[in-house]
């Protein structure tokens, strides 16, 4: 006869005592049996908290939507703690009428609701010379993807006025860096919203709270949380986040400005380092692919190292602007794995892989990094970043 499992004969706790009742957590937080699922920082990446980045744990994620508590934060000067009742929004410069809004005044106007990726320039970006981080969270998770609610950008401008002579805008955070970023009108008037919300509830501090800007498509770094001050101008203002940083050092010592679209990209979530195989048999190989040119039209997965590809089945919305799931349901009988996604997108655009980035971008950069990720898989299941020359 079979052993007995105890799972099953032997009464558990939880089924021999009454429960917590309700309000013993009047805001939900996940099962005990989930605290391995947060967001990490990479303690050698930089000097201090403050001036520092962590990492989404896409590895223990699913379907479409990033948790709020685990959207991964990038501050510059700390997380601002403000006041909603003490917040303004200024909009001055090159308009008719210089106007400040308070979030009720924001509140107010015609919402919208849309769900998108926000990817930081750097994502990836310690990987440019070769395989470094052993985690998915570590080498992807500078992203999230969550649906804002707030108001278009559009909306706040046509109320000032905006003067014809009038191209750029710098927007400004409340944030102790007081971080400052040019936007073209052209994008402001296209698809940026101003948000105060994100999955249904306020945006939380880490991430803007009560106000940030809403970049569809374009690096994280132009999404100003904590927004306070909007200025409309004719050229860029040349900040510091756009000149020393968030450029790209090209091969010839030359360096690429205003590089705002993040370009098509995909990531093998499960199995990866954080999360190894553990079954022979049936097993559900699963990932994330974006664009910040549209929606992704398809996402392929190779086994061998990019020698063949099959085409991976997404599931869920498809939306642009949005990261989107794909699952490979397949069998292993414990042999050695290469795995590779790649994402196209719909203008037919294919993610590089790593050397054919490298072809034109050379290794002296930091940002941009969209080549294919390559996990192996050994035969114990054990998973690690590794590159193919
Ligand atoms: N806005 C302000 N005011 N201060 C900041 O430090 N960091 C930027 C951007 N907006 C930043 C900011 C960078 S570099 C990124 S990648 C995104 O916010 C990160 O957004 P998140 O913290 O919600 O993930």
């Not at 508590?69 to 303004?88: K, L, T, Y």
């Not at 380092?273 to 190989?285: D, M, S, T």
């Not at 294919?350 to 898989?377: C, D, F, M």
């Amino acid at each position: 006869a079979p052993t007995p499992d105890p799972a099953i004969t032997e009464i558990q706790d939880w089924n021999r005592y009454l429960g917590d009742g309700v309000d013993r957590r009047p805001y939900g937080v996940p099962s005990k049996f989930e605290k391995d699922v947060i967001r990490r920082d990479v303690s050698w990446l930089t000097a201090s908290p403050e001036s520092s980045v962590n990492f989404t744990p896409l590895h223990a994620l699913d379907g479409i939507i990033t948790p709020s508590g685990v959207c991964f934060e990038r501050h510059h000067g700390g997380i601002a703690e403000i006041d909603p009742a003490q917040h303004r929004l200024m909009i001055h410069g090159l308009v008719d009428t210089p106007l400040v809004f308070t979030m009720d005044d924001i509140k107010r106007m015609p919402r919208i609701n849309k769900i998108y990726f926000l990817e930081c320039a750097a994502n990836s970006g310690m990987e440019w010379r070769g395989a470094q981080l052993n985690g998915c969270q570590f080498t992807h998770g500078m992203i999230h993807n969550v649906m804002y609610t707030g108001v278009t950008l559009k909306t706040l401008l046509e109320q000032a006025g905006v003067k014809s002579n009038a191209k750029w805008l710098l927007l400004e955070g409340a944030d102790s860096a007081g971080m400052d970023r040019s936007l073209p009108l052209e994008k402001a008037l296209d698809d940026v919203m101003i948000a105060y919300a994100m999955n249904g509830e306020a945006l939380r501090p880490e991430n803007g709270y009560p106000l940030r800007a809403v970049i569809p498509g374009w690096q994280g770094n132009l999404w100003v949380k904590w927004l306070r001050r909007i200025e409309v101008g004719d050229m860029p203002w040349q900040t510091r986040e756009e000149t020393s940083k968030y450029t790209d050092l090209m091969p010839d010592g030359r360096a690429r400005k205003y590089t705002f679209v993040m370009d098509a990209k995909s990531v093998i979530t499960s199995p990866s380092p954080q999360a190894p195989l553990k079954h022979k048999g049936r097993n559900v190989l699963t990932g994330i692919a974006w664009s910040g040119r549209g929606t992704v039209k398809r996402v392929d997965v190779s086994m061998d190292g990019g020698r063949n590809w099959v085409e991976a089945r997404i599931d869920g919305p498809v939306l642009n602007k949005s990261i989107v799931r794909f699952y490979v349901d397949f069998d292993w009988n414990g042999e050695e794995l290469m795995l590779q996604s790649r994402a196209i997108d719909e203008t037919g655009y294919v993610q590089p892989t790593k050397a054919e980035l490298r072809k034109i971008r050379g290794v002296n950069s930091v940002y941009h990094n969209n080549g294919i990720q390559t996990w192996l898989v050994h035969p114990d299941g054990v998973t690690e970043n590794v590159e193919i020359a």
